[in-house]
C-alpha cells in the first residue's frame, strides 16, 4: 500500500541514504537503530513532513491516512482533549469511545497540560486513531516512562493493533523488547548516510530468533 | 495574569484620584482664574455639553474614526506580520520600509494625507492606520517568528484546513502578540485621531479641543478630556480586560503534573 523509494537525497544536512521498501496492509515493523542515525527523520520523511524528500519518494501516501504519535504530545494545549480529537474528525461519541479504549474515560473534557505524560501520550494515541487511519507511525512510545506505565501502553498498542489488523504500523524504538510484543517485521537503520541494512518479514516465533541472532551477529561497537 | 502583577491595590485609585480632585479644587478656588476652572465648573460643562448632544455627536465621531482605523490596522498589520514572519524574502523587502515608517513622525503622515487627498474623511482614517500599521506588523512578526514547529507538523500530518489552522494553531499561539499590538495600538490610535481632527476635520474630540483652544475655554478642553479618558477606560474595562482573562484561561501553571 506504500512503497518508499528515497534514494540517497540530498537532506541538507545528509542523514539518509537509499532507502528502498515498501509497506503492506497489516505490517507491524520495528525500525530499530542506533540513536540519531535518522530514525525520526525516516518517519518523517513517511509522514511527508520533511519538505527535503520528493513526493515521489513515497509512492501512495496521499491515498493514506496517517496517524502520528509524535514524542511529545503535540495536543492543543488551548484545546479539551474532546475538542483535540473532534478536530481531527472525531464525533464527540467517537472521542468518547476513543478517550475511554486507552483508559482516559471521562477526561474529555481535560486540557493536555493537566495530564501527566503517560496519560497525554495516551491522549495523543487516541488522536491518531480518530483518523481512523490506515498507518500508524509511532516515535518513541514508550521514552521516558516508568517501566510500569511503559508496560501498560505496550499492552494497550498490542491490542489496539489486534482489533485493527488492516492497519500498518511504524515504531520507532530502541528496544529489542517492543519488537518482540508489537512487530512482525524489523528495520534496522544504520550507517552513513543510513540505509536500512535488514528488512525482516517473520512470522510469529521466528522473529524474536531472528533478532537476537541479528543483534548478537552484529558489531554493536560501531565503526 | 501577569500584567496585573505590577499594579497597585484598588483602593489606591480610591484614595489618590479624590485627593487630586481636592487639591485641584483647592488651587483653583484660591487662584480664581478662568484660565484654571475648578472641577464643578468642568462638571457643568461636561453636563451642558452632554445635554446638548454636543459631547456625544463629537465623542461618537471620535469613536467611530477610532474602530475604522484601528479595525484596518489591525489587520494589515497582521497579515503583513505573519507574512513577514513566515518568508524571509518578504521580510527583507519589507523591513526596510517598516523601519522608515516607524521613525515617520505622525505629524508627517498627517500632513501628507490631507495635502495629497484634501480634508476628507477616507484622508484621516488612512493617516492613522499608516502610522499604526508598522507598529502592528513588528508585534505580529515576533509572534509569527516564534510560532511552534511541532504544532505546524502536527496540523500537516492531521491535514487541517487552512481555517482551522489559522483559528486553532496560530491564533492561540500569536494572541499575546495581537493582545499587545491592541494595547499598545488603542493607546497611539486614539491620540493620533485627535490630531487628525485638529488639524482637518470638523467633528470630533479633537475638532472640539481646538476650538476650545481659540477661545482659552479651559473647562471644555477639561471636559472633553475626562470624557475621553472615561470612555478610553470603559473599553479597557468592558474589553480588552474580559477578553485576555477568557482567552488565558487554558494556561494553568498549576496543573503541570508532567
Known amino acids: 500500500m506504500l512503497e518508499l523509494r528515497i534514494a ?34 525516516l518517519l518523517n520523511a513517511i509522514a511527508g513532513l520533511d519538505k527535503s524528500v520528493p513526493d515521489e519518494a513515497v509512492i501512495g501516501r496521499e491515498k493514506l491516512r496517517v496517524g502520528y504519535l509524535f514524542q511529545e504530545h503535540r495536543l492543543l494545549p488551548w484545546r479539551t482533549l474532546d475538542a483535540n480529537l473532534r478536530l481531527v474528525g472525531a464525533n464527540t461519541d467517537e472521542a468518547e469511545r476513543l478517550l475511554g479504549q486507552v483508559g482516559l474515560s471521562g477526561y474529555g473534557h481535560y486540557l493536555p497540560d493537566q495530564l501527566s505524560l503517560g496519560m497525554a501520550r495516551r491522549a495523543a494515541l487516541a488522536r491518531c486513531l480518530a483518523v ?30 489486534d482489533s485493527r489488523p488492516e492497519m500498518a504500523m511504524i515504531c520507532v524504538t530502541h528496544d529489542g523488547g517492543d519488537a518482540e510484543i508489537l512487530a512482525n517485521r524489523l528495520w ?21 530468533d531472528v533478532l537476537l541472532g541479528r543483534l548478537r551477529g552484529l558489531d554493536l561497537t560501531g565503526s | 495574569m501577569k500584567g496585573r502583577a505590577g499594579r497597585p491595590p484598588l483602593w489606591s485609585y480610591w484614595v489618590v484620584l479624590p485627593s487630586f480632585v481636592l487639591l ?31 459631547l456625544w455627536h463629537h465623542l461618537g465621531a471620535t469613536l467611530g474614526r477610532v474602530v475604522v482605523a484601528f479595525s484596518l490596522a489591525m489587520i494589515i498589520g ?5 507574512v513577514m514572519g513566515r518568508s524571509q524574502t518578504t521580510n527583507a523587502l519589507f523591513d526596510p520600509l517598516l ?6 513622525p505622525a505629524l508627517v503622515t498627517i500632513i501628507l494625507m490631507y495635502v495629497w487627498f484634501g480634508l476628507v474623511e477616507v484622508a484621516a482614517v488612512m493617516a492613522v492606520v499608516i502610522n499604526k500599521v508598522p507598529n502592528v506588523a513588528v508585534t505580529v512578526r ?45 493607546a497611539l490610535i486614539w491620540k493620533i485621531v485627535l490630531v487628525v481632527e485638529l488639524l482637518g476635520r470638523s ?56
Request: aromatic letters at 8%; hydrophobic letters at 45%; charged letters at 20%.
Open chain 1, 188 to 208: 534496522y537503520l544504520d550507517g552513513k548516510p543510513a540505509r536500512l541494512q535488514w528488512d525482516d518479514s517473520v512470522g510469529e516465533p521466528g522473529l524474536v
Open chain 2, 24 to 54: 485641584w479644587g483647592l488651587i483653583a478656588w484660591l487662584l480664581q482664574s478662568p484660565l484654571l476652572p475648578t472641577p464643578l465648573n468642568v462638571l457643568d460643562t461636561l453636563i451642558r455639553e452632554s445635554a446638548t448632544g454636543e
Open chain 2, 78 to 82: 497582521t497579515a503583513i506580520g505573519i
Open chain 1, 8 to 41: 540517497g537525497c540530498d537532506f541538507g544536512q545528509p542523514v539518509l541514504g537509499e532507502v528502498f521498501a515498501t509497506i503492506a496492509r497489516g505490517d507491524r515493523i520495528c525500525l530499530l537503530g542506533p540513536s540519531g542515525i535518522g530514525k525520526t527523520t
Open chain 2, 203 to 258: 467633528s470630533g474630540v479633537g475638532f472640539q479641543l481646538h476650538m476650545a483652544f481659540q477661545v482659552f475655554d479651559v473647562a471644555a478642553i477639561l471636559a472633553y478630556s475626562l470624557a475621553f479618558i472615561t470612555v478610553v477606560q470603559l473599553i479597557e474595562l468592558a474589553i480588552l480586560q474580559p477578553l485576555e482573562r477568557r482567552s488565558s484561561r487554558w494556561r494553568q501553571p498549576e496543573a503541570a503534573h508532567a
Open chain 2, 142 to 186: 515576533e509572534g509569527a517568528r516564534s510560532l511552534d514547529y511541532r504544532l505546524e507538523e502536527m496540523a500537516t500530518v492531521y491535514e487541517f484546513t487552512r481555517r482551522q489552522r489559522l483559528r486553532e494553531v496560530w491564533v492561540p499561539q500569536l494572541f499575546p502578540y495581537l493582545m499587545a499590538a491592541t494595547r499598545g495600538g488603542l
Open chain 2, 99 to 104: 523601519v522608515l515608517l516607524l521613525n515617520l
Open chain 1, 132 to 161: 481512523k487511519p490506515d498507518l500508524l507511525l509511532l516515535d518513541e512510545p514508550f521514552a521516558s516512562l516508568d517501566p510500569v506505565m511503559a508496560g501498560e501502553l505496550k499492552a494497550l498498542i498490542a491490542g489496539i493493533l
